[in-house]
């Protein structure tokens, strides 16, 4: 407790509850957030499809590989934007794969709060020959996080639009995110 002399009464409520939430029952403020958002719980990271990890921690940074619009280890969503899948599909199915994402990065932090900046995301959209609507894709993505992190959750993004993707999947995701050590 002296480690808290110098708050204030709120500050130190705070504290104690966050320390409940953490240590006790591993739920971050982030992921309650999410939570709220999502109406579910932050899924478990997915298994990778093969020889790789899920995310990689260099320094204060951590890559996702990248991840699939997936829900209890099935695809919400298949084929190529703009033919078999709505830009509305697509637009959830991108915000699902951020989720995944974060799934990812809190397997090396087990603590979301420990994102100090969302620095970028690289949105992939299996896209119809002619389909020219990636980056409306991708704010599924960017919105997501901005309303999940704030100031922390902007980001640098990219926005491609390719032929396939593994499994035949309309969107796929990968994040860089800074973390305090």
Do not use: W
Request: glycine share 6%; with cysteine; hydrophobic share 45%.
């Amino acid at each position: 407790m002296t480690k808290y002399k110098s708050l204030t009464l709120i500050e130190k409520i705070f504290a104690q509850v966050y320390y409940i939430c953490v240590e006790k029952f591993g739920i971050t403020m982030i992921e309650e957030k999410l939570k709220e958002i999502l109406g579910y719980e932050l899924p478990e990271a997915a298994k990778p499809l093969a020889a790789y990890v899920p995310a990689q921690k260099a320094g204060n940074l951590i890559f996702t590989s990248g991840q699939l619009p997936t829900k209890e280890g099935k695809l919400v969503a298949t084929g190529k934007v703009g033919k078999d899948v709505s830009e509305e599909d697509a637009i959830e199915a991108a915000k699902i794969c951020a989720v995944n994402c974060l799934s990812a990065v809190k397997t090396l932090i087990n603590d979301l709060d420990k994102i100090e900046q969302i620095v970028k995301l690289v949105v992939f959209v299996n896209s119809e020959a002619g389909f020219t609507s990636q980056p409306k894709i991708a704010n599924g993505a960017s919105e997501f996080i901005v309303n999940i992190f704030g100031e922390k959750g902007k980001h640098a993004r990219s926005a491609v639009g390719v032929s396939e993707l593994p499994l035949n999947a309309p969107v796929e995701v990968e994040m860089i995110v800074k973390v305090s050590e």
